[in-house]
């Protein structure tokens, strides 16, 4: 079983929609998690930190359910610059391993 | 915020060669790096933790004499891919934590094609 899983798309939709991503995670250990944005060919890059209490940040929410160990993602208002890959990462804390999904390809349409 | 150093960012050599990759961390001490190689439409995969001072941990599949890694200070760490094959073309990144448990931040990537 994969420490972090993801479906991985595509998620097609067009301009303005919301759109919402689901990961799960296997180790309940779990310390932190993170949204990260990858671009084709390029580094991924932090789109935000998941807490406990959820958090926001401008049109993305990002929620954490421990007790059912599944990390959200949510978009609103979607623009066709948010066409990427979310790829979501977990860490083990003290081990300081990082577990990266295989990515949820997005693609907004005009 | 923190940044990561990558470099070259493209490297095309003949089969056979060795082709060296470096990390740096900019302004922050990383006593971890990671390693990762990306193959086209796939998603990141670990191929080995590097640590300043002692050596690498690799995951299982990865074979150490091949991609050798060298972190011999706080700001840097070195992947050598020894006698390359066009099978290793790959995006190779690499990516650190600022502090443990921490987010990552990650190099631009270094896209190796072997011919």
């Known amino acids: 079983r994969k420490e972090v899983e993801q479906d991985p798309g595509p998620f097609n939709v067009p301009e303005g929609a919301t759109v919402a991503f689901n990961c799960t995670y296997s180790?309940?250990?779990?310390?932190?998690f993170f949204w990260y944005r990858q671009d084709c060919r390029k580094e991924p890059k932090l789109l935000m930190s998941?807490?406990?209490s959820g958090n926001e940040d401008g049109r993305f929410t990002a929620q954490l359910n421990r007790a059912s160990q599944y990390i959200s993602l949510l978009i609103r208002d979607s623009k066709l610059s948010d066409s990427a890959t979310y790829l979501c990462?977990?860490?083990?804390?003290?081990?300081?391993?990082?577990?990266f999904g295989s990515g949820t390809k997005l693609n907004v349409k005009p | 915020g923190a940044v990561v150093s990558q470099h070259p960012s493209w490297v095309i050599c003949k089969s056979g060669t060795s082709v060296k990759i470096e990390c740096r961390s900019l302004?922050?001490?990383?006593?971890?790096m990671f390693w990762y190689r990306q193959f086209p439409k796939q998603s990141l995969m670990l191929m080995a933790t590097?640590?300043?001072?002692?050596?690498?941990?690799?995951e299982q599949g990865v074979e150490k004499d091949k991609f050798l890694i060298n972190h011999a200070s706080l700001t840097l760490s070195t992947l050598t891919v020894t006698s390359a094959h066009p099978e290793d073309s790959s995006f190779y990144i690499c990516?650190?934590?600022?502090?443990?448990?921490?987010?990552?931040?990650f190099g631009s990537g270094t896209q190796l094609s072997v011919l």
């Open positions: 998941v807490y406990s």
């Open positions: 990516s650190a934590p600022e502090r443990v448990g921490e987010k990552l931040f």
């Open positions: 990462v977990v860490n083990y804390g003290n081990f300081n391993k990082f577990y």
């Open positions: 302004d922050f001490q990383a006593t971890t």
């Open positions: 590097s640590n300043e001072g002692s050596k690498a941990t690799y």
């Open positions: 180790n309940s250990a779990s310390q932190s």
